[in-house]
């Protein structure tokens, strides 16, 4: 076989072997520029837009927001047992709302009762019965040691008895203090709240009941 040695082309008069460089006015390199941008640009359509509000909402609604399931029946007939709840997180409770809490028991999750007292509503003692009554009420001096019958308590009175521990804690308070609530439970036969476990402070509580998700017959608001 025979090898030929080859030679490079010669080059043609007049021409060069290298690339002529194009030259731009600034002009023209701005709207280069500005092509290259809306090439590279990415349309943003509008189910795109739709997914990024949604997930906004999802994250706004688990900072506000918590759900928890009822455990046990003391708060039959408003919440019975298994039921799914939403709880609106850091909004302080107005009276007979509900609202979760930490009742400070080892091995106890958060519970939930209704609100009866608040912060500066009347309060006294008498046969470890606590009587509470609402601070709008009107003021009422109690001038007997001895228990007082029923038709002699003033309107918007509330009678509970408490335990023994609690009825001491309360006996020289004549009101109910600055970020302190008493709750109760809607079934009283069942419920384990201020009876036996006092006042409830303002740090201990979560959030207000605010909605039921299940079951599905019983979604909606919760009073």
């Not at 290259?36 to 349309?43: A, E, G, L, N, P």
């Not at 708060?75 to 930490?102: A, C, S, W």
């Not at 912060?119 to 007997?144: E, F, I």
């Not at 003033?154 to 109910?176: G, Y």
Request: hydrophobic letters at 30%; aromatic letters at 8%.
């Amino acid at each position: 076989m025979t090898i030929y040695k080859t030679h490079p082309q010669a080059t043609k008069k007049g021409h060069s072997t290298k690339k002529k460089r194009r030259y731009y006015s600034k002009e023209k390199k701005e709207q280069l520029e500005k092509m290259r941008q809306r090439k590279t640009k990415r349309i943003i359509k509008p189910q795109d837009i739709f997914f990024l509000l949604l997930i906004g909402l999802c994250f706004v609604f688990l900072v506000q927001n918590k759900t928890h399931r009822v455990a046990g029946s003391s708060m039959v007939p408003t919440l019975e047992n298994n039921d799914r709840i939403i709880v609106r997180k850091g909004r302080l409770p107005e009276r007979y709302e509900l609202i979760t809490f930490d009742p400070e028991i080892s091995n106890e999750s958060s519970y939930v009762k209704r609100v009866i007292g608040l912060p500066g509503d009347q309060l006294w003692t008498d046969s470890k019965a606590v009587y509470l009554r609402p601070q709008k009420a009107g003021k009422w001096t109690l001038n007997t040691a001895n228990p007082i019958p029923s038709e002699d308590l003033p309107d918007s009175t509330l009678k509970v008895m408490v335990n023994e521990e609690v009825f001491q804690a309360l006996r020289d308070i004549h009101k109910i203090p600055e970020k302190s609530y008493f709750v109760l439970g809607d079934n009283r036969s069942a419920s384990k709240d201020s009876r036996t476990m006092g006042l409830i402070s303002e740090e201990q509580i979560e959030g207000v009941v605010t909605y039921r998700y299940f079951p599905l017959n019983k979604i909606g608001q919760v009073k």
